[in-house]
């Protein structure tokens, strides 16, 4: 009669890691793609309705920047409620409100109404990005996680070129039953995630203690990896969890954060516009778009497995997160020096990457000095102070658009802010992990 003991050693740690990646990335992977859509599908939107609604270019960037306020004011609280409910009931909570949200902005009426919503949007997705993070503290030893926030981004990559490709052909849907093709961007993007509310309600676990398809060895593997990594780290977990909001490592990490996503957002939303200046249709438009974000899928899957494979710490692990996004403020600048449309597009193809591709081991580094409710709190606080970038970027690139005419010269803003905050990331990483072990250090002593 064969045994049903879990295998020993390594093999009983390759296989909860496996088993929890295979039962867990996809799902997650798919809901933050359905997240992506609906956040960048008013790019798409903008293309048709911006004149349908008779809005300015920096009316159209107030409205889209909204978004990032909302999310601003209610990720920390959204978190905090995630560590206490469990991520079944939470996520799906998120899905149905925003998902009823970017329905309703197919109806928009005027800019008011568009402002609203746009800041609704923010309210309703608070919490799932730094969730997923949070709960992959919960899943994951450290040496994995910034492999698994690659392939969880990858996700943004892939809804970048799937809502690219979408949204064009979306547009081309204009006049069919009554409705504008911009509507239509709307109704097709929200509708997915209301109904994949009821699937992460049926099939995804709150934690390891309630996975059924984990046996009792590999939860006892996980819950004792994860505790001695704790224990040996000098992690902090405050009576009061937005008490992070005050941990000087927390606010280091938010305040050098902002640089990313205001020039991913800045990019992401504006490429579209970009390519629709080479003077292309719609549907030409959504398919070039596929391009770059191919090249950021790839990106994302092979800086943290380089970061893995080698080993990087130390200084190796800090250009990991620094060197990409040099990488990205190249590409931009180079976006609107460099002659030709091809060896412009191809610019921001590499300039895409290099942005998108800074994030994962950037992410795996709370998860080393927070745990519980507190990695919720400091989690959550780092990304929405860092996503204010998104909200500067979708006034800024705009307001330079209208005030030069080129649809290019943003790039250059772009390309300063993120090379500003390359530098700063490498000071303030290299203090951070000083910091950390100074920490633990004492705590070792003790111990001995």
Known sequence: MPSTQAPPGADLAASTVRTVTLRLMPLLGLLYLIAYIDRQNVSYAKLEMVGSLGLSETAYGLGASLFFLGYFLFEVPANVFLERVGARIWFARIMITWGLVTVLLGFTQNAAMFYVLRFLLGVAEAGFFPGVLFALTLWFPQTHRARMIGGFMIASAIANAVGAAVGGALLGLDGVWGLAGWQWVFLATGVPAILMAFVVLAVLPDGPETARWLSQAQRDWLSRTLEAESEAGGHVDHGNPFAALLDRRVLMLAGIYVFLPLAAYGLG?????????????????????????????????????????????????????????????????????????????????????????????????????????????????????????????QNAVPFIRDQTQSDLVPMLFLSICLAVGAGLMFVVLTALRRDTA????????RTV
């Open 269 to 393: 939303y504006w490429l579209p516009t970009v390519v629709k200046g080479f003077g292309v249709s719609n549907l030409t438009n959504g398919l070039l778009n596929i391009i770059p974000w191919t090249a950021t899928a790839v990106a994302l899957w092979w800086v943290p497995r380089h970061a893995a494979r080698t080993n990087a710490q130390g200084n190796a692990l800090t250009w990991h997160v620094v060197g990409p996004a040099l990488v990205g403020a190249t590409g931009l600048a180079l976006s609107v020096i460099l002659p030709g449309n091809a060896v412009k597009f191809a610019c921001l193809c590499v300039a895409a990457a290099g942005t998108f591709s800074a994030q994962p081991v950037f992410w795996s580094m709370p998860g080393t000095f927070l745990r519980g409710a507190t990695a919720a709190a400091g989690i959550a606080a780092i990304n929405s102070v860092g996503n204010l970038g998104g909200l500067i970027a």
């Open 438 to 445: 100074q920490r633990v250090v004492p705590q070792a002593t």
